[in-house]
């Protein structure tokens, strides 16, 4: 039974992490329910906690035996028996898909030979340890990351402070300095007898410029995909955020990704997406977005970044004809590549050599200062092409 400790909270987080797997809504707004729950009773006593974490994640008569399965699994001492797809209980099991059993089944320590700190969900801290400790997770490739530091990067993600620089428009609003507005001038001399009392100015309005993400999530693309969509729900909250993803065809995601909770757009993507991890058409996914979106996305100055790693299937000759058209209509294009920022890596695929030429920018995606640095970037964009 937990005591009252600063730990208490990211054990819960992680909680509510394994109700969601187990099929349970458990995103931050329940999160913040059970945390404000837990200050009304003595934490000491296990029936008033249980019922306290009842009340707040279970919200249907069906939901109880999987709350309480899951309860009895990470906050009592359990039976170290597993199976594929079933984590036991004391008395009850907790259904799971096979993956995320094995997941959960290592993490809590049921297979205590494959356990260690790093995938514990139960240490997972709240925040960092120390500068050092989440210095060198920004700087960690995520193709190497443990389960447990996937979700540190994840909060640091949702934490970033986006923020796309701002263009000029045509349109004109009121302002202390600027033009002489002779329209409201003239309008307000008429209500004082004809005299011309004030002068009243304006200057252009500002606007973020809308950012257009296409994102690769073929096979090679297969370790990144899952933060790289963490990245594009992270933007999508803070700017005009137009996404699609491909692999053999482009698929808009814009939608999906406007769920405030984390984890029902993730889940809404995998499941609107049915060519995750197959091949890649990089020329045909843009020659789609071009005929069906671009007049429609691409206005208002708007910066395209592309995310993949270059390896492409179809004909480079269509890959360079497409980015021709693509880069006619957007403001600036930057391609992201994960591949970029590997030891010894040279663009030297068909794909990367035919996109090269069009890009205003070539920047590594593999880990969250790369992710850093495109923001930083985004931030001090000018009011003209960088070409």
Not at 303 to 323: C, M, Q, Y
Request: hydrophobic letters at 40%.
């Amino acid at each position: 039974m937990p005591e009252t400790s600063p730990d208490l909270l990211p054990r819960l987080g992680a909680f509510a992490r394994l109700l969601h797997d187990a099929g349970l809504e458990a995103g931050p707004r329940r999160l913040t329910d059970a945390t404000r729950a837990l200050a009304f009773i003595d934490l000491k006593r296990q029936d008033d906690f249980r019922s306290a974490l009842r009340s707040v994640f279970v919200s249907r008569k069906e939901d109880i035996p999987v709350f309480e399965a899951a309860f009895d699994i990470f906050w009592a001492p359990i039976d170290p028996r597993a199976s594929a797809g079933v984590i036991p209980g004391r008395s009850r099991a907790l259904p799971l898909s096979p993956e995320r059993a094995r997941v959960w089944a290592n993490a809590l320590g049921l297979n205590a030979s494959q356990m260690n700190r790093e995938q514990n969900p139960t240490e997972f801290p709240a925040s960092s340890s120390g500068y050092s400790a989440e210095e060198l997770l920004r700087h960690k490739d995520f193709e190497e990351m443990t389960w447990a530091e996937t979700e540190q990067v994840r909060r640091l993600l949702e934490q970033a402070p986006w923020r796309v620089a701002e263009r000029r428009t045509r349109r004109l609003r009121p302002s202390r300095a600027g033009r002489i507005d002779l329209r409201r001038s003239a309008r307000h001399a008429i209500r004082s007898s004809g005299e011309l009392m004030t002068l009243f100015r304006r200057k252009p309005r500002v606007r973020r410029r809308p950012l257009v993400l296409i994102c690769d999530v073929s096979g090679s693309m297969e370790r990144y995909s899952r933060l790289l969509m963490i990245f594009a729900h992270a933007v999508a909250r803070r700017e005009d955020l137009e996404a699609f993803v491909f692999s053999t065809r482009l698929t808009r995601i814009t939608r999906l990704l406007r769920h405030r909770d984390l984890d029902r757009a993730l889940d809404s993507v995998s499941k609107g997406v049915h060519d995750f991890s197959g091949g890649t058409r990089i020329g045909d996914a843009l020659g789609d977005f071009n005929r069906r979106w671009a007049r429609r996305v691409l206005g208002h100055g708007a910066v395209v970044i592309i995310i993949s790693d270059g390896w492409d299937r179809g004909d480079p000759g269509h890959l360079n004809a497409e980015l021709i058209h693509l880069r006619r209509s957007a403001h600036r294009l930057i391609w992201l590549n994960p591949l970029l920022g590997s030891e010894g890596y040279e663009p030297l695929t068909r794909g990367m050599a035919a996109a090269l030429p069009h890009c205003d920018d070539f920047l590594a995606a593999h880990n969250v200062a790369a992710l850093e640095d495109l923001g930083k970037l985004l931030a001090g964009l000018d009011s003209r092409s960088a070409r």
